[in-house]
């Protein structure tokens, strides 16, 4: 499970990096917020906080591995291959709903929990700044151009420790948060969750939904 905080702009990243802080001092929270153990009573809030700002918008991926039969998961190589695929696509369902145009900055911050060298960073810039501005590029975009969204904003991309960034500990607590409520759990949080988009990979495959007894498929 992966989560996603789409910003709209930097006065929005003051409003929620200023009321997480007040909150984390007023219920005296130090050090890093992480949702594999924060206490439930302070996720809920810190929840609703996110999600009454205007502005701040979360994506979801879910990826089912066992179906991921092209990605080896022991190379981690190929695994940060595979989570770059997933930025882009979150990128993508960003554009669907209209909160990019082609005149838009996109910063993006990513965990570098993640393997990750000076290289790599590049290429990936490269691929992200690239792969919709024109046919040919990458290897089937001749083939599918013309469904291809067109996308013509601009991306930087930092690898940040989030012991450091604020937001990068909200986009954990999120997807945390999400996880729990797929696995089962209705005592999460995950009411004050404020959704727009979750995406499930691979593509047309079935996954089982904790709140009905059917498969339900992407």
Same mark, same amino acid.
């Not at 709903?97 to 005149?103: A, F, G, P, R, V």
């Not at 593509?203 to 939904?209: G, K, L, R, V």
């Given at each position: 499970?992966?989560?996603?905080?789409?910003?709209?702009?930097?006065?929005?990243?003051?409003?929620?990096?200023?009321?997480?802080?007040?909150?984390?001092?007023?219920?005296?929270?130090?050090?890093?917020?992480?949702?594999?153990?924060?206490?439930?009573?302070? /996720?809920? %809030?810190?929840?609703? +906080?996110?999600?009454? !700002?205007?502005? $701040?918008?979360?994506?979801?991926? #879910?990826? *089912?591995?066992?179906?991921?039969?092209?990605?080896?998961?022991?190379?981690p190589?190929?695994?940060? /291959?595979? %989570?770059?695929?997933? +930025?882009?696509?979150? !990128?993508?369902? $960003?554009?669907k709903?209209?909160? #990019?145009? *082609?005149?838009d900055?996109?910063?993006?911050?990513?965990?570098?929990?993640?393997?990750?060298?000076?290289?790599?960073?590049?290429?990936?810039i490269?691929?992200?700044?690239?792969?919709?501005?024109?046919?040919?590029?990458?290897?089937?975009?001749?083939?599918y151009?013309?469904?291809?969204?067109?996308?013509?904003?601009?991306?930087?991309?930092?690898?940040?420790?989030?012991?450091?960034?604020?937001?990068?500990?909200?986009?954990?607590?999120?997807?945390?948060?999400?996880?729990?409520?797929?696995?089962?759990?209705?005592?999460?949080?995950?009411?004050?969750?404020?959704e727009?988009?979750?995406?499930?990979?691979?593509?047309?495959?079935?996954?089982?939904?904790?709140?009905?007894k059917?498969?339900?498929e992407?």
């Open positions: 499970m992966y989560g996603c905080l789409f910003i709209e702009n930097q006065s929005t990243i003051s409003e929620i990096k200023n009321k997480i802080n007040a909150f984390c001092r007023k219920r005296h929270l130090k050090g890093e917020i992480k949702g594999s153990s924060i206490k439930l009573k302070d /996720r809920r %809030k810190i929840l609703n +906080i996110i999600s009454s !700002i205007k502005g $701040v918008h979360q994506f979801f991926v #879910i990826v *089912k591995n066992n179906e991921l039969k092209k990605v080896d998961f022991d190379n190589y190929k695994v940060k /291959r595979f %989570k770059q695929f997933t +930025i882009r696509r979150i !990128i993508e369902e $960003v554009f709903k209209h909160h #990019i145009s *082609k005149d900055h996109i910063h993006i911050k990513i965990d570098n929990e993640s393997f990750n060298n000076e290289e790599g960073l590049k290429n990936f490269y691929y992200l700044n690239n792969f919709w501005s024109k046919p040919g590029s990458f290897l089937f975009q001749d083939m151009w013309e469904y291809m969204p067109n996308i013509q904003s601009k991306f930087t991309i930092k690898y940040l420790d989030s012991k450091h960034d604020r937001l990068i500990q909200m986009a954990d607590l999120i997807a945390n948060t999400k996880y729990r409520r797929f696995k089962g759990n209705e005592k999460c949080g995950s009411e004050n969750l404020s727009e988009v979750c995406l499930k990979l691979p593509d047309n495959c079935h996954f089982y939904s904790p709140k009905s059917f498969y339900v992407n």
